[in-house]
């Protein structure tokens, strides 16, 4: 599934075509997704000035002028396609669930081949209250996302730290692979108790999380098999990984230390992690 920095790379491709237009035309192929579609949506749409966009965790919030907010979650594997007004349109995808025109002939398709996102409509002003948003944590960019706050968040929880950070009440919008570097970079084993992470661990394990996101976001987000930007360009941070899928491979700072078994992969939850077993305590 698309983590923050996907999100946040499809959030502003669309931001950098829709803010300040007008939409033209809406469509829908079917009325749900994952979830039931909202009756009305496409006549919504149609006609609206798109005003701004947002992220809340893996959710793009596009906020429109009549006062309405639209929510798309990308799922397992959506992406959103835009073409310009002067490009050759391909023929129509198969799975394209939404169609969006604007006045001035940008055209954005939400496909979606395995239908697990979904998408729904809100008013802008309880966007918060959405019963899909409410419970989330802190935003792990934002400023009032300090080591105390994540200490706070973490105290005697006896789960393991790698499940607590992808717990999106604790802090939002982190997924299997950002865990797993963030935890490498800040030298804490994802096997540790997160209400051990507190005070000293979590002053690393913040400015490691937001370093790792901000590279990654950066980079256009890591490419997975159903990931595309916007403009069909791939992510490439996986270039950049640390430990993610990287097994058997020496760690970079171990080298060839005989000491290092090298990467290491372990089952939690039923997701793979991957660490440092010499370097993460």
């Not at 969006?100 to 729904?120: K, N």
């Amino acid at each position: 599934m698309p983590e923050l920095p996907e999100v946040e790379t499809v959030m502003r491709g669309l931001a950098a075509r829709l803010e300040g237009k007008t939409l033209r035309r809406a469509a829908l192929a079917r009325g749900d997704l994952r979830r039931l579609i909202p009756p009305g949506f496409a006549a919504r749409l149609t006609g609206a000035r798109v005003t701004s966009f947002r992220r809340r965790g893996k959710y793009i919030l596009m906020r429109l002028s009549g006062g309405d907010s639209v929510l798309i979650h990308l799922g397992m594997s959506g992406r959103m396609a835009i073409h310009g007004p002067h490009d050759t349109l391909p023929p129509p995808a198969k799975h394209e669930h939404l169609v969006m025109e604007t006045e001035d002939g940008w055209r954005v398709g939400f496909i979606d081949p395995r239908r697990f996102g979904l998408l729904d409509l809100m008013p802008t002003d309880e966007e918060d209250a959405h019963a899909l948003l409410r419970a989330m944590g802190p935003e792990p960019l934002d400023d009032n996302f300090t080591p105390a706050v994540l200490s706070a968040a973490l105290k005697n929880r006896k789960t393991p730290i790698k499940a607590a950070l992808l717990d999106q009440r604790i802090v939002t919008g982190l997924g299997n692979i950002y865990v797993s570097e963030a935890l490498f970079r800040s030298g804490i084993s994802p096997e540790r108790l997160a209400g051990k992470v507190a005070g000293a661990r979590a002053r690393l394990l913040v400015p490691a999380i937001k370093d790792t996101l901000r590279e990654a976001i950066a980079a256009g987000g890591s490419s997975l098999r159903d990931y595309v930007q916007p403009d069909g360009e791939l992510g490439y941070f996986q270039h950049a990984w640390k430990v993610y899928a990287r097994e058997g491979m020496p760690c970079e700072r171990c080298g060839d230390n005989p000491g290092c078994p090298g990467i290491s992969r372990i089952v939690q939850a039923g997701r793979s992690t991957f660490f440092c077993p010499k370097t993460q305590k």
